[in-house]
């Protein structure tokens, strides 16, 4: 199965602590877009990158929020010091050509803050 | 006003009926349109991409886009309990930042009653 990887899938964090959720694209796919769905919410951008390269990164938080995708490696969305509002289901939709014809979502990681 | 609108539900029919699931928008600047389906705790699954005005059909779904109306229907005939789920449409455009990241709106929740 080729599909989009995430994990972990569950994570549990006390406040003050940092979050690091991974995202393996689809084999082939070299774009990688971040959306949050908090509880109630729909899917909101946070962030899209290529490799190597932030693209666009209009829907992250001002603070405590980064993403990378290096040209090894998953693309990582890392928070520090989370808060409770932080709690969200947080998934990835990888694309072969950044067009939104080819965006394919994974599993996602819920992580929840204590 | 947000930029995309859909009903949360929930709906709930019986077994072999047609649904009918909508979306209306206000940012004249989409160009495709698309519908998920989510299943509880799980990833969104692409079920229908159009880009265009006009009706695309396949299978047991029809999506249905009117771009003069900014209004955009899924349609799903002989329905299936398996298709219990929350159904989430999503648009883009050219963020400009070369971006074509998706809007969602916040999900139609379906129950299909056998």
């Known amino acids: 199965n080729a599909g989009v990887m995430q994990n972990p899938r569950h994570l549990v964090r006390r406040r003050g602590q940092e979050a690091r959720l991974r995202c393996s694209p689809m084999?082939?796919?070299?774009?990688v877009y971040w959306y949050r769905q908090l509880p109630e919410e729909g899917l909101k951008f946070m962030v899209y990158l290529q490799k190597e390269n932030i693209i666009d990164e209009s829907g992250m938080p001002k603070e405590r929020f980064s993403a990378e995708f290096p040209k090894e490696g998953p693309s990582i969305l890392r928070i520090q010091q989370v808060v409770r509002g932080d709690s969200a289901a947080y998934f990835c939709?990888?694309?072969?050509?950044?067009?939104?014809?080819?965006?394919?979502f994974g599993p996602g990681t819920r992580l929840t803050v204590l | 006003q947000k930029e995309v609108e859909q009903d949360p539900g929930p709906l709930s029919v019986p077994e072999g009926a047609i649904v009918s699931l909508n979306c209306t928008y206000s940012n004249s600047a989409f160009q495709y349109f698309m519908w998920y389906r989510q299943y509880s705790r799980k990833g969104p699954e692409l079920l229908m991409y159009t880009y265009s005005s006009g009706n695309k059909e396949d299978g047991r779904f029809t999506a249905q886009v009117d771009k003069s109306s900014k209004y955009i229907s899924l349609f799903i005939r002989d329905s299936q309990p398996s298709d219990s789920a929350t159904y989430l449409c999503a648009m883009s455009a050219n963020s400009g930042a070369g971006s074509y990241q998706l809007t969602f709106g916040k999900g139609t929740k379906l129950s299909v009653i056998p």
């Open positions: 939709a990888s694309s072969s050509r950044g067009h939104t014809d080819t965006q394919y």
């Open positions: 084999k082939g796919h070299s774009h």
